[in-house]
T-cell receptor, first 113, second 109 residues
Framework: IAGITQAPTSQILAAGRRMTLRCTQDMRHNAMYWYRQDLGLGLRLIHYSNTAGTTGKGEVPDGYSVSRANTDDFPLTLASAVPSQTSVYFC????????????FGEGSRLTVL | GQNIDQPTEMTATEGAIVQINCTYQTSGFNGLFWYQQHAGEAPTFLSYNVLDGLEEKGRFSSFLSRSKGYSYLLLKELQMKDSASYLCAVIDNDYKLSFGAGTTVTVRA
């Protein structure tokens, strides 16, 4: 079934540790995104990629990095996790940036202690 | 930054109609989306408006007024499965998609 796969679905992490959330899509979409969702704040864009080889900063990029080596994969890395990064993280894709609906992965629930 | 406002919570009875309003102030406008999100799940696409007027899709309709910076999502013949959060999202002139905080709708029997 075509779509977006995220891993892990849930993770508890000690503060200061490095963590990479994986995201893979098989729809050949050019644009991919990482959002975090916190109660009362809604979805906030962390980083995005318009096409393979390019990335851009969203609304809340500090403490996060991304790479887009190919069309399908868009990993999100927390270099040194802090408790404020406890959140649900959603990866999404669209045919092109600003064009067409977003397709979301099932989310990764991250708890930083 | 972008400003997208929608009510936090709404409650309605099964079979009734509920209207969820969304007002926005953004750096330009290139379209407005509504998404549905059930608890613990990913958001799923409901509707897209780029021109003024009403878009109808089954029990769900979405309205847009660009001059007023206003949209609403209308849910008719409410069913228990419609209990979810409804997210309003706007694309600005830089083609950045920003979301409101969401409206949690509870449908009661």
């Amino acid at each position: 079934i075509a779509g977006i796969t995220q891993a892990p679905t849930s993770q508890i992490l000690a503060a200061g540790r490095r963590m990479t959330l994986r995201c893979t899509q098989d729809m050949r979409h050019n644009a991919m995104y990482w959002y975090r969702q916190d109660l009362g704040l809604g979805l906030r864009l962390i980083h995005y990629s318009n096409t393979a080889g390019t990335t851009g900063k969203g609304e809340v990029p500090d403490g996060y990095s991304v790479s887009r080596a190919n069309t399908d994969d868009f990993p999100l890395t927390l270099a040194s996790a802090v408790p404020s990064q406890t959140s649900v993280y959603f990866c999404a894709s669209s045919p092109d940036r600003g064009a067409g609906e977003l397709f979301f992965g099932e989310g990764s629930r991250l708890t930083v202690l | 930054g972008q400003n997208i406002d929608q009510p936090t919570e709404m409650t309605a009875t099964e079979g009734a109609i509920v209207q969820i309003n969304c007002t926005y102030q953004t750096s330009g406008f290139n379209g407005l989306f509504w998404y549905q999100q059930h608890a613990g799940e990913a958001p799923t696409f409901l509707s897209y408006n780029v021109l003024d007027g009403l878009e109808e899709k089954g029990r769900f309709s979405s309205f847009l007024s660009r001059s007023k910076g206003y949209s609403y999502l209308l849910l008719k013949e409410l069913q228990m499965k419609d209990s979810a959060s409804y997210l309003c999202a706007v694309i600005d002139n830089d083609y950045k998609l920003s979301f409101g905080a969401g409206t949690t709708v509870t449908v009661r029997a």
